[in-house]
């Protein structure tokens, strides 16, 4: 293997180039693969070879930011690009293999075909290593993981950490779960961010006090005459993890955990100033929304559970508003991504991402009926996220039964129908789906979902035991798949405000119209969101005012 020059200059692709075409132990054939590799990949990243630097590390993270589909780039073609740029990088470091290529012993192979399809793809990689390792499968411990961990560090993987913990987090379930399981649980690191003590540590009394609140929150007596909003399931979880980690993060602060028995001794004055320092030191004393979110959440406790006195409640308000940082409209994030849709070219990408998603399903269901259904699966999820903007818990939740209904029993409608007690602000929702979307989740219903829903399942995106798949799991692939195709960084949110910038560019002022779509309450929530967002479209349609009066148009 060649050095690296000794030159203070950054060791880039431009380098390798130079190290590839003077070397005599490749053939011309590969010395000219990886070379066009290489100008390839720069081609991609917008630069010169010269300007990239040859670090493995930095190239997974770059490289995961194409997308090849929008490249004309095909999933074969750029396999075989990242290939042949691991060879080049090889020739001047060491780049662990794209895909172990060592056989399975016959113990591997054994523990291989104990494997649910859930675990056996984070296990594969492991398993091929430690058998190409000689490591047996009870031989597994937390020493020959460290050569588990450099070997995916010297990949292009973009995440080698993540691709550890998961590898990991396989393993200790496979031993949980599967009976006579060749190997023995990993240990699991703590989180070196992580402050969050469990409920055991303090009092049983505060988690009684916090479960009594939560209880009332969740509207679960129907004969509490105080009128509120019962809060949903996922806020509950919310509300519960804010009030046990600002209790561990008084225990940091030197508050003895003893000493915290109730509610109403968290949000003391003085506990409540000394847990929010907790928070604003770990950001150098600036707030942020989670600290706003939280102080918000330790005042609603204060004067509605903990009985604090008036006059620290003033105290506590005037806290509160000085850490309110409340995002007025969109975050900057959201509307870089809404410019990329500016473009046509981008537009039409997404629109009509669906029926290639369902083109492409067809297309591979012989060869693989599995991907298939996947790809009809997130062509459908795709599709009722473009004609009905859901939020992503509402869309993950989907029940043939409950949510997709007809008007009649003869009727080639349907209409999506949220009820309010699921729906953030209660109202009830009710999409009605136009014909080409109906026709397309037919197809997802009647030649694909069967592969994919256990006998019974009557989730429209069933998870493996039957049930509807978490918002966060549906939305995390539903992202890969969008950026995959199209190139465009699209979460599910997204398109809420995706649909509203559509419209509006098509109809300047057209808020209530917005309003009702996405189901807000208010015309003041949709206003502040996306005024402004059809301004470039106002001006468009002022400009052809202006031009047709030119023209010798009557105004």
């Not at 590839?20 to 990886?34: F, G, K, N």
């Not at 991609?44 to 997308?67: F, H, S, Y």
């Not at 192979?109 to 859930?118: F, G, I, N, V």
């Not at 349907?414 to 109906?438: C, F, Q, R, T, W």
Request: charged share 20%; hydrophobic share 40%; aromatic share 6%.
């Amino acid at each position: 293997m060649s050095t690296q020059p000794t030159s203070r200059a950054p060791y880039s692709l431009h380098n390798i180039l130079e190290t590839i075409e003077s070397s005599a132990t490749l053939t011309p054939r590969q010395r000219e693969d990886q070379a066009s590799a290489i100008r390839t990949v720069a081609r991609l990243l917008g630069n010169t070879p010269a300007g990239i630097p040859a670090n493995p590390q930095l190239l997974a993270r770059r490289l995961d930011e194409i997308a090849p589909a929008r490249h004309n780039l095909s999933p074969g073609r750029w396999a075989n690009i990242r290939s042949l740029l691991r060879a080049a990088l090889a020739t001047v470091t060491t780049v662990s293999p794209g895909r172990q290529q060592n056989q399975l012993t016959p113990d591997w192979a054994a523990a291989a075909a104990m494997l649910p399809p859930r675990l056996h793809h984070p296990l594969s990689k492991l398993m091929h290593f430690f058998a190409g390792q000689g490591v047996a499968p009870h031989q597994v411990d937390a020493v020959t993981l460290e050569g588990f961990a450099a070997f995916l560090d010297a990949s292009l993987l973009a995440k080698p950490k993540a691709a550890l913990n998961d590898s990991r987090a396989a393993w200790n379930r496979a031993c949980r779960d599967i009976q006579n399981w060749p190997g023995t649980p990993l240990p699991v690191p703590p989180r070196q961010d992580h402050y969050g003590l469990p409920w055991s540590a303090f009092p049983a009394s505060l988690e009684a006090d916090c479960r009594k609140w939560l209880h009332r929150l969740g509207g679960s007596d129907l004969l509490d005459d105080r009128p509120f909003a019962p809060v949903r399931p996922a806020t509950l979880r919310k509300r519960e993890q804010q009030i046990r980690c600002f209790a561990s993060a008084l225990v940091c602060r030197g508050v003895p955990a003893e000493d915290l028995r109730s509610l109403a001794d968290l949000v003391s004055l003085t506990n409540l100033k000394e847990g929010l320092r907790f928070h604003l030191d770990r950001r150098d004393g600036t707030t942020s929304t989670a600290i706003a979110d939280l102080a918000t959440t330790l005042k609603a406790v204060a004067r509605y559970w903990g009985k604090i006195p008036e006059a620290d409640l003033q105290h506590i308000e005037a806290l509160r508003r000085r850490l309110e940082c409340r995002q007025r409209g969109l975050t900057a994030k959201n509307r870089e991504r809404l410019r990329a849709l500016d473009d046509p070219g981008n537009t039409q990408a997404l629109v009509n991402l669906p029926q290639r998603l369902m083109a492409l399903a067809d297309k591979t269901a012989a060869s693989s009926p599995l991907r298939a259904a996947r790809l009809a699966r997130d062509a459908v999820a795709i599709e009722l996220l473009l004609m009905a903007p859901l939020r992503v818990e509402n869309l993950a939740m989907l029940d043939l039964e409950q949510h997709l209904l007809r008007p009649s029993r003869t009727s080639n409608l349907m209409h999506v129908i949220i009820p309010g007690k699921h729906v953030k602000n209660h109202d009830e929702l009710e999409y009605p789906l136009p014909l080409a979307s109906i026709a397309l989740l037919q197809r997802y219903l009647q030649q694909y979902r069967p592969s994919l829903a256990p006998p019974g399942s009557t989730a429209l995106f069933p998870a493996l035991d039957g049930g509807a798949k978490t918002g966060q799991i549906l939305g995390q692939g539903l992202s890969k798949r969008i950026f995959k195709h199209t190139g465009l960084r699209v979460n599910p949110h997204l398109f809420r405000h995706i649909a509203a910038k559509f419209y509006l560019g098509e109809h300047p002022g057209g808020y209530e119209a917005m309003r009702r779509v996405l189901g807000h309450r208010s015309i003041a929530t949709t206003t502040s969101f996306y005024t402004g967002l059809e301004t470039a479209a106002a001006v468009r349609h002022f400009d052809k005012t202006i031009l047709g009066l030119r023209q010798g148009a009557r105004p």
